[in-house]
T-cell receptor, first 118, second 114 residues
Framework: DGGITQSPKYLFRKEGQNVTLSCEQN?????MYWYRQDPGQGLRLIYY???????QKGDIAEGYSVSREKKESFPLTVTSAQKNPTAFYLC?????????????????FGPGTRLTVL | AQSVTQPDIHITVSEGASLELRCNYS??????LFWYVQSPGQGLQLLLK??????LVQGIKGFEAEFKRSQSSFNLRKPSVHWSDAAEYFC????????????FGTGTLLAVQP
């Protein structure tokens, strides 16, 4: 079955440590996204990538970094510069090749990673 | 700029009662509109989407939504709520331009009481 996987589901980090969240998709999607979710704030875009080897900052990129070396993978690193990293992180992908325009905007989500800083 | 507003932060309904969740959008052209559902600790699942044609859209799990251009609304409805519908619901609209980013509302948390 096609889908998006995120690992780990729960992640604990000590202050001052960098940590990398994994996101993998086998949907043949070009675009991938990282969101941060906090209670009462909905989803906020951290980074997005529309194609391999290219990515753009979202609304809250400070303290985060990404890479997009493969179409299937879009890992997110939460650096020690992120002042309040405890949150639920969601990865998504969109724009399957050869589909109608509406599918170009529809996003498919992974199950999320809950990061807690101790 | 494109935006989406969900006026209701939290709604409680009785099981078997009807449901309507509100979504208002601001968009320069005919929008694509989406409703997603999120169960606790899970990712988001697409309920339904609108892009053109019939303004009443049917989705999964018995949900429907109606696009009303005159009111800039895309409200989600269900005639009879089940306890398993308790979740958070998000309305979304494309951000526009050359990207396929979505702008999400802040969500409506639905509680279902017996």
């Amino acid at each position: 079955d096609g889908g998006i996987t995120q690992s780990p589901k729960y992640l604990f980090r000590k202050e001052g440590q960098n940590v990398t969240l994994s996101c993998e998709q086998n949907l043949n999607h070009d675009a991938m996204y990282w969101y941060r979710q906090d209670p009462g704030q909905g989803l906020r875009l951290i980074y997005y990538s529309q194609i391999v080897n290219d990515f753009q900052k979202g609304d809250i990129a400070e303290g985060y970094s990404v890479s997009r070396e493969k179409k299937e993978s879009f890992p997110l690193t939460v650096t020690s510069a992120q002042k309040n990293p405890t949150a639920f992180y969601l990865c998504a992908s969109s724009s399957p090749s050869g589909r109608a325009r509406v599918s170009y905007n529809e996003q498919f989500f992974g199950p999320g990673t809950r990061l807690t800083v101790l | 700029a494109q935006s989406v507003t969900q006026p209701d932060i939290h709604i409680t309904v009785s099981e078997g009662a009807s449901l309507e969740l509100r979504c208002n959008y601001s968009y320069g052209a005919t929008p694509y509109l989406f409703w997603y559902v999120q169960s606790p600790g899970q990712g988001l699942q697409l309920l339904l989407k609108y892009f053109s044609g019939d303004t009443l859209v049917q989705g999964i799990k018995g949900f429907e939504a109606e696009f009303k251009r005159s009111q800039s609304s895309f409200n989600l409805r269900k005639p009879s709520v089940h306890w398993s519908d308790a979740a958070e619901y998000f309305c979304a609209v494309p951000s526009g331009g050359a990207t396929n980013k979505l702008i999400f509302g802040t969500g409506t948390l639905l509680a279902v009481q017996p």
